[in-house]
């Protein structure tokens, strides 16, 4: 079964760092480019971070641009996103996604997790 | 950045209506959008890629159609389990942009 597993929320405080993880299984980890997906309370999705299969292409948003780092570890089917000077604004669920089955031309995410939630409050 | 309206924010319907929501990007996307369900406390479900390509599984009842600029995600008659909200994505190019969501609720 394919599935992907985020972990590593909990609460902050501003200016605060954490690291989010994602495990994957059931496919080979390796050749899919992955992404993470926000969603602050109440509020809409946004596209936080991509990381191609080898890492060689990377793309934040703006809005996270200079303090948050994707990276990836293939032998340990693991993603990861890297939070420092967290903002209050970045209170939300994390969700890793990615693109599994659809066509690669059309790139919309066929995979999600069931999210982990990160606090900034003090 | 591709910004994307949907229409309307929130829509309250009853079982069995025919339902239709727009989604406008601000430049042209040609066909990469995806429409995506997403229930409370649950991580979003992909519904439709390429604007008109139904995912494996999700029932016949879901269509969308659009090209360019304009889309729609229409769903014939509307089940108990389709209250949810509704989002559209552009595919087109980084960021990929979220509408801001479309929530269907009970009449």
């Known amino acids: 079964e394919v599935q992907l597993v985020e972990s590593g929320g909990g609460l902050v405080q501003p200016g605060g760092s954490l690291r989010l993880s994602c495990a994957a299984s059931?496919?080979?980890?390796?050749?899919?480019?992955m992404n993470w997906v926000r969603q602050a309370p109440g509020k809409g999705l946004e596209w936080v971070s991509y990381?191609?299969?080898?890492?060689?292409?990377?793309y934040y948003a703006d809005s996270v641009k200079g303090r948050f780092t994707i990276s990836r570890d293939n032998a340990k089917n693991s993603l990861y996103l890297q939070m420092n000077s967290l903002r209050d604004e970045d209170t939300a669920v994390y969700y890793c996604?990615?693109?599994?089955?659809?066509?690669?031309?059309?790139?919309?995410?066929?995979?999600w997790g069931q999210g982990t939630m990160v606090t900034v409050s003090s | 950045d591709i910004q994307l309206t949907q229409s309307p924010s929130f829509l309250s319907a009853s079982v069995g209506d025919r339902v239709t929501i727009t989604c406008r990007a601000s430049?042209?996307?040609?066909?990469?959008l995806a429409w995506y369900q997403q229930k409370p406390g649950k991580a979003p479900k992909l519904l439709i890629y390429?604007?008109?390509t139904l995912q494996s599984g999700v029932p016949s009842r879901f269509s969308g159609s659009g090209s360019g600029t304009e889309f729609t995600l229409t769903i014939s008659s509307l089940q108990p389990e389709d209250f949810a909200t509704y989002y559209c994505?552009?595919?087109?190019?980084?960021?990929?942009?979220f509408g801001q969501g479309t929530k269907v609720e009970i009449k």
């Open positions: 996604a990615m693109r599994l089955v659809v066509p690669a031309a059309n790139g919309a995410f066929d995979i």
């Open positions: 059931g496919f080979t980890f390796s050749s899919y480019s």
């Open positions: 990381i191609s299969s080898s890492s060689s292409t990377i």
């Open positions: 430049q042209g996307i040609s066909s990469y």
């Open positions: 390429a604007a008109s």
């Open positions: 994505q552009q595919l087109n190019s980084y960021p990929p942009t």
